[in-house]
């Protein structure tokens, strides 16, 4: 601050005056720490293949794998064999002298990494999990850990690679170490070169419901057809190659069973050969409707790319009467995909099928073919809601991004709960049948089924096209996802708790199991809340209360646009929002995202000041006023009660000049020195005094504290005496300097009094503690619930007399078909 700017300051703390205003809390030396430290001193430095706008740079690349697969699937064994060509482009500036694979079915060998380091009920675990034993209870295990056991003790789990050459039929040396494998070059492939070779494998499918696999058969025993029926949800199926990008080269960190996929884009032309009577869903278009539709199907699929509403290309009788019988013969579905970065499917006689063309516009795909495929047991819901999902996700999820740019986009039904493919994703709810043969859903399942598809089917966009590494940063797939699904979902219906609200975070945000969002993903300790809900909710703030919706739509959309089928890292997403933006964000990533902080202001105190005007004549009556608004002594008012009289009021004719004078009585003496001091002025300065005595305003100072440690926006909505209210944006920016306390002066107009004042009075930034946010406090609303103490469970005694009388019940176990 300069000497001018000194003086006036001094002037302005002469004026204005009222009881002592806490000072901001003294910092020793070494404690001050700087939450707006700016990120780039821990991003990569922008080099020519990410740039410091977070775009793509001048020289930026990426690898293109291209596949040519004929797959057969054995129903009875429940087996896939395959054989595969795979085309390398070698894009890089580098010289390769080895290929790494992806082999995902081998991370449930008994023997993997993932399997042998697996916690007995560790947290973070996977479907069926045993229960953590604490203090003196037992260990539990649940029935379906057991199940699991079972299954590995039965079955042969993982690939079986049978041959590995080159395009001439030389074998290639492969190396295979857990869920992955190195293919040995015999010679060093160069810059802009391809590779070429096979892959011969097979191995037996998983059962999804015994090993929570994300992939797999689901087996239904009760069908009309001997010994059941299955679906079959045909994904990781296929040994593919690993990533190689400029930020990492190989991306050979082995699959754990958390840390999704990262893959690189390329051509398929996949080949299924399944039993005649199946109905095949796939990544891709299907290339020989003729050979495996029937003239009917055709037909239908013709029509409902105008229909208002599905088309049922496979209708429910259609369905059942497949389910009653199989076939030995096959038919050979073909599918093709262009720039993808996986291929996933689906089979069954249990299919339902219904469709619905959905006119996009646009010049890359104007048309889109949206599908849904079920058994009987998705019933009435999926028939009402799949398939409109899908196409409401379309129509929400390109207005933010850009157009839907695959041909088809597909929600199947089966074991797996949700998980997403390239134009295929795989859920999870369903119908329940009751003993009059009548199917119901409960809201919650309606709920969950148009939840689920919007959230998988949005997956086309973060990470199918915009193509992260979602091995290293769940986020930056799940997270962006999660805040578009809850847009999504709030534009379908509002009413749904989407669970992307900032109020939904805070348990987690002042938990002890919460890590940093930018924690590698096998790390994370709670995946749901740290992955999807906190960066959703994060970008919602961002949106709402910080950026504005103009500025953060604008950015998030460019930051889609320009990694559209490239592979973003966190630090392009972070540059690309300020870049496009104009705004620092610095603070927002580096609290939000690298920190456990949280969110907790409080409002401390709040003073009211009043102008302090010099003059005499209106101060000391003004301090006359204060005094005698003071309350009484206790003593003073019993004897009021009591009509003692004072000794002034028993003799009157006894008085002086103090008795008709206080001590707030004004001199000329004072008005004399006040004279003086207005003389001393600078005509600005006493223009400035004046208009503030005459417009008389009020002075509100009110002091913060930053509880959580999360710097954040102060919101305050302001309430009057008078009724009204009004609400105040304060910018995170106060926090600068003083990252712990903060102060801060409110004026007001004459006549318009503070009556309350609440931070965040809508819940908007996700404030753990709401307590303390009202000033004054307000009374906490709970509840008074009579309850009589029942006793334990261990303490009630079994009646064995009785309970011996029991009859012994005949269960009939189900037939299950190996």
């Known amino acids: 601050m300069n000497f001018k700017a000194l003086c006036q300051a001094t002037i302005l703390s002469i004026v204005i005056a009222g009881p002592a205003v806490a000072s901001a809390v003294k910092q020793t030396k070494g404690d001050f720490e700087d939450k707006f430290r700016q990120l780039e001193e821990v991003l990569p430095t922008p080099n020519d293949y990410r740039n410091a706008a977070g775009e793509p740079g001048k020289e930026y690349w990426q690898q293109q794998v291209d596949y040519k697969i004929n797959v057969k699937l054995d129903e009875k064994k429940r087996r896939l064999s395959a054989s595969q060509t795979i085309t390398y482009k070698n894009n890089s500036p580098y010289t390769l002298k080895y290929i790494w694979l992806q082999l995902e079915q081998n991370r449930f060998k008994p023997d993997s990494i993932a399997e042998r380091s697996g916690d007995f009920g560790g947290i973070g675990r996977r479907g069926p999990a045993s229960s953590k034993a604490s203090g003196n209870t037992p260990a539990k295990v649940s029935i379906g850990e057991l199940r699991r056991q079972q299954y590995y003790a039965d079955n042969t789990i993982g690939y079986d690679i049978t041959k590995v050459t080159d395009k001439r039929g030389n074998k290639l040396k492969i190396t295979i170490t857990g869920a992955q494998a190195r293919i040995d070059l015999a010679e060093a492939l160069e810059p802009g070169d391809d590779f070429v070779f096979n892959i011969d494998f097979a191995y037996n499918i998983l059962e999804e419901n015994a090993v929570s696999a994300r992939s797999g058969f689901e087996h239904f025993p009760d069908d009309a057809n001997e010994g059941g029926n299955d679906i079959f949800l045909l994904a990781q199926w296929f040994p593919r190659v690993a990533a190689f990008s400029d930020y990492e080269a190989w991306h050979n960190k082995e699959f754990l069973g958390r840390g999704e996929f990262t893959l690189e884009f390329g051509d398929y032309d996949v080949s299924m050969t399944v039993p005649a009577d199946h109905i095949v869903s796939s990544t891709g278009v299907l290339d020989n409707p003729s050979s495996v539709l029937t003239k009917t199907q055709r037909k239908r699929l013709e029509q409902a790319k105008t ?121 999870g709810p369903r119908t329940t049948r009751h003993e009059d043969g009548s199917r119901t859903y409960t809201l919650a399942e309606k709920q969950f089924l148009i939840g689920v598809v919007i959230h998988e089917v949005g997956h086309n966009y973060f990470p199918m096209i915009v193509n992260s590494d979602e091995r290293q940063w769940t986020w ?210 006493r223009t400035a005094l004046e208009r503030a005595v005459a417009e008389d305003k009020n002075y509100y100072v009110m002091d913060f504290t930053n509880v959580g440690g999360l710097v954040m926006p102060i919101l305050l909505e302001m309430t009057y005496t008078d009724g009204t209210k009004e609400s105040l944006h304060i910018p995170a920016e106060i926090w600068r300097r003083a990252p712990k306390n903060v102060s801060k002066l409110i004026v007001t107009e004459k006549g318009k009094e503070l009556a309350s004042v609440v931070v965040d009075p809508l819940w908007q930034t996700a404030d753990t503690d709401v307590e303390n946010n009202h000033y004054p406090r307000q009374i906490i609303e709970s509840r008074i619930e009579a309850f009589k103490k029942e006793k334990s469970k261990a303490m009630k005694s079994r009646d064995i007399m009785h309970d011996i009388k029991t009859e012994l019940k005949e269960v009939k176990p189900k037939v299950y078909k190996k």
């Open 307 to 427: 229909a208002k509403r599905p088309v049922m290309i496979v209708t429910a009788q259609e369905a059942l009467e497949n389910e009653k019988a199989g076939t030995t013969k096959t038919k050979t579905w073909r599918f093709k995909a262009e720039n993808v970065r996986d291929f996933a499917w689906a089979s069954s006689r249990k299919f339902m099928w219904d469709a619905k063309g959905y006119k996009q516009g646009g010049k890359e795909q104007p048309f889109v073919m949206a599908m849904s495929f079920f058994p009987k047991e998705g019933g009435e819901l999926w028939s009402k809601y799949s398939t409109e999902s899908v196409i409401h996700t379309l129509d929400v999820y390109s207005r933010y991004t850009f157009d839907y740019p695959y041909p088809t986009a597909i929600s199947v039904n089966g074991p797996v709960g949700g998980m997403e493919y390239p134009m295929i994703s795989f859920n």
């Open 476 to 685: 930056m797939d799940e997270g962006l996802n999660s805040f578009l699904d809850g847009v999504a979902g709030r534009e379908w219906d509002p009413t749904i708790p989407w669970g992307v609200e900032p109020r939904d975070i805070t348990s987690y945000m002042k938990s002890n199991v919460q890590v940093p969002v930018m924690t590698q993903s096998d790390s994370v300790l709670r995946l749901g809340p740290n992955a999807y809900t906190k960066p959703a909710a994060a970008l919602n703030i961002l949106r709402e209360v910080i950026m504005g919706r103009d500025l953060f739509d604008f950015a998030f959309k460019e930051y889609a646009v320009r990694w559209k089928n490239k592979r973003p890292t966190p630090s392009d997403f972070f540059r690309t929002m300020e870049e496009a933006s104009g705004m620092d964000l610095d603070w927002f990533w580096n609290g939000w995202f690298y920190t456990t902080d949280h969110v907790d202001i409080s409002l401390d105190k709040v003073y009211k000041l009043r102008l302090d005007t010099k003059n005499p004549d209106i101060d000391f009556d003004r301090r006359r006023q204060e005094e005698a608004n003071k309350p009484g002594t206790l003593f003073l008012e019993r004897n009021e009660a009591e009509g003692v009289k004072t000794w002034v009021e028993l003799n009157p004719d006894v008085s002086d000049f103090h008795d008709k004078n206080d001590r707030w009585t004004v001199t000329n003496k004072e008005r004399n020195k006040y004279n003086e001091m207005l003389n001393k002025l600078k005509p600005w300065e």
